[in-house]
């Protein structure tokens, strides 16, 4: 028995850091163990063989390598401002599913358009400004993407808007998206965000333990 569940986490990874968002957000203490993904620790590759950061393993030794399902995990321990709502559900999974399939595509081949040569970096952003286009007018009507508060599909689907915006922020700062920019804005200067974008060296076996968030 571990006396905290273990998170495999990569500092910058997308997926890692919305589940490091809902686990903050939730006050659910973890050991944290930030991963090198070319030199991936042996325990986690031996929990889940697939690979991927977020690990979580629960004190039973379940595992949980799906980030949707460690933010789940973590909003079904405790979810105080009511980011889960029946009515924002339909919503958000569908939002989540865009943003983790055609959306993710889009934004690996605009990011790294050198390994992508049949078309230029621009054609990779246009095809991902279909999903932007559509966070942008949720969020001309509301200000959040299921609506008048902060809920599970905006944590789950900024990280990867962070990442799209970096890619070349001079672009992204005059594209015609100002709600989506705003929306990231705030996001961004979120303190659970600061909290989880902390930085950890990789973790060694028999290191002694980062317990995430803040020390119990
Ligand atoms: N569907 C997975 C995807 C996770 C994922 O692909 N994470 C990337 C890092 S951002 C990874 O671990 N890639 C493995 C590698 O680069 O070796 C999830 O939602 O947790």
């Known amino acids: 028995m571990n006396d905290y569940p273990i998170l495999y986490s990569f500092r910058r990874c997308p997926y890692a ?18 991963v090198l993904l070319k030199d991936k620790p042996r325990p986690m590759l031996e929990a889940s063989p697939k690979g991927t ?16 399902d460690v933010m789940h995990w973590a909003l079904n321990q405790n979810d105080p401002e009511h980011w889960v709502t029946e009515k924002s559900s339909h919503d ?32 990779y952003r246009e095809e991902a400004c279909r999903f932007l286009q559509e966070l942008e007018s949720r969020l001309a009507d509301s200000p959040w993407l299921s609506g008048k508060e902060k809920g599970f599909a905006d944590i789950a689907v900024f990280p990867f808007i962070r990442q799209f915006a970096g ?50």
């Open 17 to 34: 850091i919305r589940a490091r968002m809902a686990l903050a957000y939730a006050s659910v203490p973890v050991e944290l163990r930030e």
């Open 53 to 68: 950061v977020p690990v979580l393993i629960l004190n039973d030794g379940s595992v949980i390598d799906e980030s949707i």
């Open 92 to 123: 958000r999974d569908a939002l989540v599913t865009e943003n983790d399939g055609s959306f993710k595509t889009c934004l690996d081949r605009y990011k790294y358009a050198d390994r992508h040569p049949e078309h230029p970096a621009h054609h």
């Open 167 to 216: 890619v070349d922020r001079a672009w992204f700062d005059q594209s015609p998206y100002p709600h989506l920019r705003h929306w990231l804005n705030d996001l961004l200067g979120h303190p659970l965000f600061q909290a989880v974008m902390a930085k950890h060296t990789p973790w060694k076996p028999g290191q002694a333990r980062v317990v995430f968030p803040g020390s119990q």
